[in-house]
């Protein structure tokens, strides 16, 4: 068994629809994301990026093929876990666009909701927010609410919020599209920073060149395939 693997998807398949109406988007995608590897995931609107993250997120059903989520097996021809939400909460961080934080509630409470529904006691929930939150230095903001944040201070919290629950792996889908330049590449470098010192596999959505050089390499969907590649080169942005 490969300890280091993080990710792994054999010959994945899915289409939407049926007969005439059928549109296939991945067609036999095979690949690994190690743990501790931040991955960017490149591809034209509309190839299908969203849709792989949400089958490797056990949120949308594949049509075929395999999935393991670090060792263990979650998909072959069907899943083969009874819950896929509870894997979800156990092993999955989401990150997206927009940070979808609650509104009403501030930003300590935004965090700790989900690890408090999964039953960790709100002083350890509390403990370990204010530890991300300082880890992501945003600890200051801990009592504010969502609007009294800017956008990429927002998106910290986001990734706070998709750290709470110690996942092993971390789907974020085109996570600095609302950023300038400058905070794109911080919250990218934050995400780096936990890949590597957390040992989380990373997959993020992008389609800003800016932030491929702190990818550790870069994943292409090509049709209706993905195209592993270790360096910036060869590379187009669409
Ligand atoms: N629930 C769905 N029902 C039907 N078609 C869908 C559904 N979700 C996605 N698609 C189609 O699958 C293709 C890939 O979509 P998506 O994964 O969102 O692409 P991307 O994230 O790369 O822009 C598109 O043609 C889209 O219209
Ligand atoms: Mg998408």
């Known amino acids: 068994m490969d300890t280091q693997q993080g990710i792994r998807v054999e010959n994945l398949m899915k289409h939407f629809g049926e007969e005439e109406t059928r549109v296939d988007v991945i067609d036999g995608a095979s690949f690994t994301v190690n743990k501790g590897e ?22 949308t059903e594949p049509n075929g093929g395999k999935i393991w989520l670090g060792d263990e097996k979650v998909y072959d021809d069907g899943w083969l876990i009874k819950d896929t939400r509870s894997i979800r909460r156990k092993k999955i961080g ?5 940070p979808y934080l609650i509104p009403f509630l ?14 960790v006691p709100e002083k350890e929930a509390n403990a370990k927010a204010m530890e991300l939150l300082t880890y992501l230095d945003i600890a200051d903001k801990a009592k504010m609410s ?5 956008g990429g201070q927002n998106q910290r919290v986001a ?42 596999a990373v997959i993020m959505v992008t389609h800003d060149e800016t932030v491929l050089p702190y990818c550790d390499k870069i994943m292409e969907i090509v049709n209706k395939k993905v195209v592993m590649k270790d360096s910036l080169e060869d590379v187009k942005i669409i």
């Open 38 to 59: 931040l991955v960017a995931l490149v591809a034209p609107s509309g190839a299908g990026k969203t849709t792989l993250l949400m089958m490797i997120g056990c949120v």
């Open 94 to 98: 989401f990150i997206f666009q927009a």
């Open 106 to 119: 501030n930003v300590i409470e935004n965090i700790t909701l989900l690890p408090q529904a999964n039953g």
């Open 146 to 150: 969502g609007s009294q944040l800017s």
């Open 159 to 200: 990734i706070a919020r998709a750290l709470a629950n110690n996942p092993q792996i971390i789907l974020a889908d085109e996570p600095t599209a609302a950023l300038d330049a400058e905070r794109s590449v911080s919250v990218v470098q934050m995400l780096k920073k936990i890949a590597q010192e957390q040992g989380v």
